[in-house]
């Protein structure tokens, strides 16, 4: 599919696709650059065939894809040394979490003959690092595309395929759409499950032992979703600030009108509050 890929960031989502991109032989050449010596000396012992690079140029020379799969505050940076590096028509896209700041940043840069395609695979778990990576990750996962240019069909369609390939569903979104669902879908819990398990360790130490021991599934899964990467969801709540602030509101509100029904023990009102959600 490609002669020459290139990763920009090794964690759990690079590492990921590293695996399968070379499980489905996707492309004759890989190169891995990461900052991180930790990082690459891992991937060194787990002998995976793929060049490993502690220079960002030389990584990014002659790739006709480039995947940046860092925190979202690292793509400045990343991108003002790759600028003068990047082979005509390349195909620039990434796995970030929140489009529309990143967009501006590529957009004001103004790369000549470089096709930006954002990708956002739909995929994680609550374990970051290369270890954590596995090449099924993106199966059966919803991975959604944003690009602005209408002229990148014939890239968009290779870069589709490419995801499509390795298992995901492929989804078309502007970068302000995409923003918003994700807001609601992705950011709102994870704010949630942040606010939830600090309650919970806030609590009197006479109880924390019990709590632990006790916790049922549901306070489980709020330490799972809690226990993400927090560089990433730090970046991820500045950059989709205005839309998280905005269901982050609404949320305060119905958390508001549960807490009044509570107080006037009011069951006809918990009981429409909680049939209502039961139906969706």
């Not at 669902?181 to 994870?190: D, Y």
């Not at 990433?232 to 609404?250: G, P, Y």
């Amino acid at each position: 599919m490609f002669n020459n890929l290139s990763i920009i960031g090794c964690g759990l989502i690079g590492s990921s696709i590293l695996r399968a991109v070379k499980e489905k032989k996707l492309s004759k050449n890989i190169t891995v650059f990461d900052k991180s010596k930790e990082v690459l000396s891992f991937l060194k012992q787990e002998k995976i065939e793929a060049e490993l690079q502690n220079n960002i140029n030389l990584a990014v020379k002659n790739s006709d894809l480039i995947i940046i799969a860092t925190p979202l505050s690292a793509y400045k940076e990343i991108l003002l040394s790759i600028k003068k590096d990047l082979k005509k028509d390349v195909i620039l896209t990434d796995t970030g979490s929140a489009k529309k700041e990143i967009n501006k940043i590529i957009s004001n840069l103004n790369l000549e003959n470089v096709h930006w395609i954002a990708s956002h695979p739909i995929a994680g778990t609550e374990f970051s690092g290369p270890e954590s990576g596995f090449s099924e990750l993106f199966e059966n996962r919803w991975c959604i595309l944003s690009t602005e240019s209408q002229k990148n069909t014939k890239e968009i369609n290779k870069l589709k395929s490419f995801w499509e390939t390795i298992g995901s569903k492929v989804k078309l979104m502007t970068f302000e759409d995409h923003d918003h669902v994700l807001s609601i879908t992705s950011h709102l819990p994870h704010a949630v499950a942040y606010s939830i398990v600090r309650t919970v360790i806030n609590d009197d130490d006479k109880f924390k032992n019990e709590i632990i021991q006790y916790s049922a599934s549901g306070l489980r899964d709020f330490t799972r979703i809690a226990a993400s990467d927090p560089i990433m969801w730090r970046d991820i709540f500045i950059d989709n600030s205005e839309n998280i602030l905005k269901v982050l509101n609404s949320f305060s509100e119905n958390l508001e009108e549960i807490k009044k029904a509570i107080q006037s023990k009011s069951g006809e009102k918990l009981n429409n509050i909680f049939s209502s959600t039961r139906k969706l």
